[in-house]
């Protein structure tokens, strides 16, 4: 089935079209930069835009940095604080006209990647961490998600959540080279063995291009895998979350 995804981050909001039955984009990714405002209807217009764009009036598929539960916001993420308890698929309906099914952005990557990538026919608990602005994870147990499994909120010394210290945006405020900012990556991947003990983990987001410049520096005892979607991988989940409801 031929499926808009849309994949939103702190810094960008992009889509495709996918098929959902290979895992494959269909089109190139199209990209607007996320409002600096990083508001509820601000944000919504831009993935109308996104709709537009692609002349598309079908079902969409989308990938949110924060959790949702029953369509709800929960927390603000990195995004403003008035997305809490916004009803997500709702405001970008009333935006889009079309219907819209809304998963955590880190779920939806670990979803692309357990389907079609590094994940594939893995068993027992496989974590994918999702660099970006923030930390996303996504678990799945035996095949089966785990939803909205943010460790990247966890405080870490004077910082209220460890993704300010250790996040890809958090790298280049600092302006860290990749092996001062891998040592703090490896520092949170240890906090993910301690508390989940995966028997893979799967790196992705917008820094998992980057693999080769940083892998040496990490030293976990956990299998770890770039993921195979890369960048891509949000897209690709958001979409097939939209035919999984």
């Not at 994949?7 to 909001?13: A, E, F, K, M, N």
């Not at 092996?179 to 490896?186: D, L, P, T, Y």
């Not at 917008?206 to 960048?231: Q, V, Y």
Request: aromatic letters at 8%; charged letters at 20%; hydrophobic letters at 40%.
């Amino acid at each position: 089935m031929e499926v808009l995804g849309i994949d939103i981050g702190g810094s960008g909001i992009k889509g495709a079209l996918v098929n959902t039955e290979t895992g494959t984009m269909l089109t190139e990714r199209f990209r607007i930069p996320t409002p600096s405002s990083r508001k509820p209807e601000e944000m919504a217009e831009v993935v109308a835009q996104i709709v537009r764009h692609y002349n598309y009036s079908g079902p969409i598929g989308v990938g949110f940095p924060s959790i949702v539960k029953k369509g709800i916001c929960k927390s603000k993420g990195n995004l403003h604080k008035s997305w809490v308890g916004v009803h997500v698929p709702e405001l970008f309906e009333k935006h889009t006209g079309c219907p819209v099914v809304v998963n955590n952005d880190a779920d939806a990557a670990a979803s692309a990647e357990m389907a079609f990538g590094a994940g594939k026919d893995k068993k027992g608990l496989v974590m994918m961490v999702t660099i970006g602005t923030g930390l996303g994870s996504g678990a799945f147990l035996d095949g089966k998600l785990i939803p909205n499994f943010e460790l990247g909120q966890i405080p870490y010394k004077g910082y209220d959540k460890i993704e300010l210290w250790a996040s890809a945006a958090a790298k280049e405020k600092e302006m860290l080279s990749f092996k001062k900012w891998a040592k703090r990556f490896n520092t949170f991947l240890k906090y993910v063995e301690l508390i989940t003990a995966p028997d893979l983990i799967i790196v992705g987001g917008g820094t998992s291009k980057d693999w080769e410049r940083f892998s040496e520096h990490i030293s976990i005892e956990t299998p770890i895998l770039p993921a195979e979607f890369l960048n891509q991988a949000g897209i690709i989940g958001a979409a097939m979350g939209a035919v999984q409801q």
